[in-house]
């Protein structure tokens, strides 16, 4: 995660499979890995395995639903987030990510009261500054932004660029 060096990631997963074949955190690190190499099928093939071993696995379900996302299956990776949800109702970001793959779906209505929803203070303002933006409610989304700087510029510059960039201001 930290350096870079995706073959020594490689060979550390392998080695902590040979140690504990049946640990899903392993499965889910690989995935990752997988995702990190552009491998999108073989991510979503090793958290199938992790959510077919555990289903109760709410990470197990989120992490599907993002690689759904990224492949584009909105409606697939919303119904794995909200099950996420339902088993681990406090989890932080859930109803943010739901309210991405919404505007990815081309429904800022719906984006919006999913990002309303969110629990946590800062994904509810990242989120709520593109949805305002996406419906084209230029006000709504400026003081959303300007409270996420205010309140979180140091911890969440990247989300902030993140934002900044949806918004079409990336030199900003």
């Known amino acids: 995660y930290f350096d870079g060096d995706l073959a020594a990631a490689a060979r550390h997963i392998e080695r902590a499979l040979q140690l504990d074949p049946a640990n899903p955190d392993i499965f889910l690190n690989a995935a990752d890995l997988a995702g ?3 491998r999108t099928e073989e991510a979503v093939a090793l958290v199938k395995y992790v959510v077919s071993r555990d289903p109760l696995n709410s990470f197990g379900h989120a992490t599907l639903g993002s690689y759904y996302s990224y492949a584009g299956r909105q409606d697939e990776a919303i119904a794995l987030r909200r099950t996420a949800l339902s088993l681990s109702p406090g989890m ?5 990510n739901i309210g991405v793959m919404l505007l990815r779906k081309g429904e800022p209505d719906a984006a919006l009261a999913a990002m309303q ?3 946590e203070e800062g994904f509810r303002l990242i989120g709520s500054a593109m949805a305002y933006h996406a419906l084209g409610q230029a006000l709504e989304s400026d003081a959303a932004l300007a409270e996420l700087i205010n309140r979180y510029e140091q911890g969440y510059a990247y989300n902030i660029a993140y934002v900044l960039a949806y918004r079409g201001e990336a030199d900003r």
């Open 117 to 119: 929803l969110e629990s």
């Open 92 to 96: 932080v970001a859930a109803q943010y």
């Open 36 to 38: 990190n190499l552009g």
